[in-house]
C-alpha cells in the first residue's frame, strides 16, 4: 500500500507531465488585428464645436420638452405594450438565464445514480447448477457523485464574464428599442400635427378659391367680367378638394401607425385629438461631448459590452490549449442477486476519489481554429463599435446642422408667407376692381399656398430634427457607469502584458 508521501509525489508528477505537455500546446500566433477607438479621437466637426455647449445631456423623458401631455400618455402605453419592445426585453432574460448557466461551472457538482434491475438467471449447460440456477434477483447499483473543475487557468470564469457581458449588451439594446420607439412616435405625432396645419392651409386655400369663384360670378353677372374668368376661378377648387381628403388620409393613418407603435388596434388611434406640440427647449450640446457619447449612446454601450464579451471568448480559447483538472468522488453501493436493497448493506458499499487531467495533444489544429475564430469574432465587434463612434458622431453633427438651417429656413419662410399674403390681397382686389385679370390672381395664391405649406413643413422638421438630436445624445437611457473599462474590452493578456503559462509562441 502507498504511503500519502508517496500519493503525493504522484499526483506532483502526473501535474508536471500535464505542464509539459501542454507546452508542446502553440498558438501559432494568432493574435486579434484590430483597435478600438476613442470617442474623443475623431474630429467631431466645425458645427459640433461652433455649437451651443452649455447644454445638458437628455433627460430620459426628453419628449416632455414638447409640452403635450397627449403625446406623453401615448409614449408611457408605447413603452408598456410594445411587442418589439417586449422581444428585446426577453432577450435580456434569455441572456441572464445563460450568464447563470456558464456561473453553474464554476460550482462542486453533484448527480445521484440509481439502477434497480431484475434479472431471471438461466438453468442450461452454460450456467450450470449453480445457486443463482432458476433464480429471480435483483440488480442494484445506486452512487452519489461529486465533481469540481479546478479553474486553473480561467476558462470558467471568463465563460461566465463573456455570458455576463454578453447579458450587459443586450440590456443595452432593450434601452436602443425604447429610444427607438420613443423617437418613432415622437416622429409618428409630429407627423400628424404637420398634417393638421397643411389641413389648416388647404382649407383656408379653397376657402379663398370659393370666394374667387364668387367674385367672378358677380362679375359676370354684373357684366364686368367673363366665362373664362369664371371657368378659371373654378378650375382649381376640385384639386384642392381632393387635397383636403388627401391631408385627412394621411391624419387617420399617422393615428393608426401610432396605435401599432403602442401594441393596439387601429380603433385605439381614433381618440387622438389635434396635437399641441410647444417646444421651447434650446438645441445646445453638452460641454463634454464627443468624450462622453460612448457612455450615453445605447447602441456604443452595447457594442462595448460585446466587444467585452468577445475578449473573454478569446480567453477561454486560450484557456483550451492548457489541461482541464478536475476532482472527482463518488459513493454508493452496488448488489448483484439478493434482495431489492441488498445493495444499501454496509458491506457492499463503495467509494471513489482522485483528481482527472485532459490533455490537449493532438487535436488537427481544432483548438488554433477556435482561437483563430475568437479573434475573428473579436475583431469584428472591434471594427462595429469603431463605426458605431464613427455613426453617432455624425448623428449629433447631422441634427446640428439640420437644426440651425431650420431656423434661417422658418425665418425666411415666414417672410415669404407674409410678402405672398401682401402679393395675394392686392392681386385679388385688383380682380375685384377689374384692374387686374384672374391669372395674376391664381399665381399669388399658388405662391401663398406654397409659402403656407413650407412653414408648417418646416415647423414639424425643427419638431423633427429635435427629436434626432435627442435620440443621437442618447436619450438620457444610459449612465456612464454601465459602460464596461477599458482593459474589460481587451484580452487578459493585452491587460496584463504577460505571457500566458504553458504556450510556446511561433516565431
Not at 116 to 121: D, H, K, P, V
Not at 352 to 366: D, E, K, M, W
Not at 369 to 375: E, F, K, M, P
Request: charge should be negative; charged fraction near 20%.
Amino acid at each position: 500500500m502507498q504511503s500519502p508521501v508517496q500519493k503525493g509525489i504522484a499526483a506532483l508528477a502526473v501535474l508536471t507531465i500535464s505542464l509539459v505537455i501542454a507546452g508542446c500546446a502553440s498558438t501559432g500566433g494568432i493574435a486579434p488585428q484590430a483597435r478600438g477607438i476613442e470617442a474623443s479621437s475623431p474630429d467631431a466637426g466645425a458645427a459640433v464645436r461652433a455649437a451651443n455647449a452649455e447644454a445638458q445631456w437628455p433627460a430620459a423623458d426628453w419628449w416632455r420638452a414638447y409640452n403635450d401631455p397627449q403625446l406623453n400618455a401615448w409614449i408611457d402605453a408605447a413603452q408598456a405594450g410594445n411587442p418589439t419592445l417586449a422581444v428585446a426585453q426577453a432577450r435580456v432574460r434569455d441572456a441572464q438565464s445563460m450568464a447563470d448557466v456558464a456561473r453553474a461551472a464554476l460550482s462542486p457538482q453533484l448527480s445521484g445514480n440509481l439502477s434497480m434491475e431484475r434479472q431471471q438467471w438461466p438453468t442450461d449447460d452454460w450456467y450450470g447448477p449453480g445457486p443463482l440456477a432458476n433464480a429471480n434477483t435483483w440488480d442494484s447499483v445506486g452512487t452519489f457523485n461529486l465533481s469540481y473543475h479546478l479553474d486553473v487557468w480561467g476558462k470558467d470564469k471568463s465563460a461566465v464574464e463573456s455570458a455576463l457581458d454578453t447579458a450587459h449588451a443586450s440590456a443595452a439594446d432593450v434601452r436602443a428599442a425604447q429610444l427607438e420607439l420613443e423617437a418613432n412616435v415622437v416622429r409618428a405625432y409630429i407627423g400628424i400635427s404637420m398634417n393638421y396645419a397643411l389641413l389648416d392651409v388647404a382649407k383656408a386655400t379653397l376657402a379663398q378659391q370659393q370666394q374667387i369663384v364668387d367674385l367672378a360670378t358677380r362679375r359676370l353677372q354684373g357684366g364686368l367680367g367673363t366665362q373664362l374668368e369664371v371657368s378659371q376661378a373654378e378650375t382649381p377648387v376640385p384639386e384642392s378638394e381632393r387635397q383636403i381628403d388627401e391631408l385627412e388620409d394621411q391624419i387617420a393613418l399617422g393615428r393608426n401607425q401610432l396605435a401599432a407603435l403602442v401594441g393596439k388596434g387601429p380603433g385605439a388611434g381614433d381618440s387622438i385629438t389635434r396635437p399641441a406640440l410647444a417646444l421651447n427647449a434650446p438645441a445646445g450640446l453638452p460641454s463634454a461631448l464627443p468624450a462622453e457619447l460612448l457612455g450615453h449612446r445605447p447602441d456604443i454601450v452595447a457594442a462595448r459590452w460585446t466587444v467585452a464579451a468577445q475578449a473573454r471568448g478569446i480567453d477561454v480559447a486560450k484557456a483550451n490549449f492548457y489541461p482541464d483538472i478536475n476532482l472527482l468522488a463518488s459513493i454508493g453501493g452496488e448488489a448483484v442477486g439478493g434482495p431489492l436493497f441488498q445493495f444499501l448493506h454496509a458491506a457492499n458499499g463503495t467509494y471513489t476519489a482522485g483528481p482527472a487531467v485532459s490533455l490537449p495533444i493532438l487535436n488537427g489544429g481544432r483548438l488554433r481554429s477556435q482561437l483563430g475564430a475568437a479573434d475573428a469574432g473579436y475583431d469584428v465587434a472591434v471594427e462595429q463599435y469603431n463605426q458605431a463612434i464613427v455613426s453617432a458622431l455624425k448623428d449629433v453633427a447631422d441634427q446640428v446642422v439640420r437644426i440651425r438651417s431650420l431656423e434661417t429656413q422658418e425665418d425666411d419662410a415666414e417672410r415669404s408667407v407674409a410678402t405672398a399674403r401682401k402679393n395675394y390681397d392686392l392681386s385679388k382686389e385688383g380682380f375685384r376692381r377689374g384692374l387686374t385679370n384672374y391669372l395674376n390672381v391664381l399665381i399669388a395664391q399658388n405662391q401663398l399656398l406654397h409659402a403656407e405649406e413650407g412653414v408648417a413643413r418646416i415647423q414639424a422638421a425643427r419638431l423633427s430634427a429635435h427629436a434626432s438630436l435627442m435620440t443621437a445624445l442618447g436619450g438620457g437611457l444610459a449612465e456612464p457607469g454601465d459602460s464596461p473599462k477599458a482593459e474589460q474590452t481587451r484580452p487578459a493578456h493585452e491587460v496584463t502584458h504577460e505571457p500566458q503559462p504553458g504556450v510556446r509562441h511561433a516565431t
